[in-house]
């Protein structure tokens, strides 16, 4: 397979955890491990598009962000039939944590969790998944 550079740009501290990475992982350089981050968070959710998977999503936010709390829950109606519970935590005065369980196709997860994770308001989210099948 043919092999590609091209030029990318990132934080000096997002750098220094991609460095930090490449080390504890023991991979030959930031490319090598780059390769892999890409394979595990792109590559392995498209292979696994019709499974059945369990997972969580978890999201950080602010909840005097206007209309964020009625898109959240607009979002979890229109994909109720994966979604498991839903657990609300306040972290402290402004900051709320929600961890959403979910079980379904991993395509129409990732999709939730996209849409989720694109709202505006939205500090933090993520998916894990694992199958369920
Ligand atoms: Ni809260």
Do not use: P
């Not at 997002?14 to 792109?42: C, V």
């Not at 395509?107 to 694992?130: E, W, Y």
Request: hydrophobic letters at 40%; proline letters at 0%.
């Amino acid at each position: 397979m043919a092999i590609i550079r091209f030029g990318v740009s990132i934080e000096r501290e997002l750098l220094r955890e991609l460095d930090n990475y490449t080390a504890e992982n023991q991979f030959a350089n930031r490319s090598q491990a780059i390769r892999h981050l890409i394979n595990n968070n792109i590559i392995t959710n498209k292979w696994n598009c019709n499974n059945i998977v369990a997972g969580s999503i978890t999201l950080v936010y602010e909840h005097n962000k206007r209309d964020l709390i009625t898109r959240l829950t607009g979002l979890q109606h229109d994909y109720h039939d994966v979604i498991l519970s839903t657990q609300h935590f306040h972290l402290d005065k402004n900051k709320c944590m929600e961890i959403i369980a979910v079980k379904g196709k991993a395509d129409r997860l990732t999709r939730l969790a996209d849409n989720l994770i694109a709202l505006k308001g939205i500090q933090h989210g993520k998916l894990t998944m694992s199958r369920a099948d």
